[in-house]
């Protein structure tokens, strides 16, 4: 079973940065539309910002001007750049991806397992 695998998170001070990476498990085929999410305690999971397989951006109006998203469609990768964080930015990150495992099979959206990014003094 593929899994999507988040890295990069942690504590930082606020006006710091932090760069998180998703990647899979597993060798794939190819990684299509993709996004990064994230769920602070007791609220619900948000959208923070997504990109097409073309490159296509967007950003909840928190984070803009702050995060960056891309992607590096020969490694299947996608990261976040978060600079200037805020103690508000506090939550667990979620990456979800399109994926296809294989050429010939159909894309699946998958989740990862989530990486804490805590800013605090």
């Known amino acids: 079973q593929v899994q999507l695998v988040e890295s990069g998170g942690g504590l930082v001070q606020p006006g710091g940065s932090l760069r998180l990476s998703c990647a899979a498990s597993?060798?794939?085929?190819?990684?299509?539309?993709a996004g990064w999410y994230r769920q602070a305690p007791g609220k619900e999971r948000e959208l923070v910002a997504r990109?097409?397989?073309?490159?296509?951006?967007d950003y909840a109006d928190s984070v803009k001007g702050r995060f960056t998203i891309s992607r590096d469609n020969a490694e299947n990768t996608v990261s976040l750049q978060m600079n200037s964080l805020k103690p508000e930015d506090t939550a667990v990150y979620y990456c979800n991806a399109l994926i296809r495992r294989y050429s010939w099979s159909g894309p699946l959206y998958y989740w990862g397992q989530g990486t804490q990014v805590t800013v605090s003094s």
């Open positions: 597993e060798r794939i085929f190819s990684i299509g539309s």
């Open positions: 990109i097409t397989t073309g490159g296509s951006t």
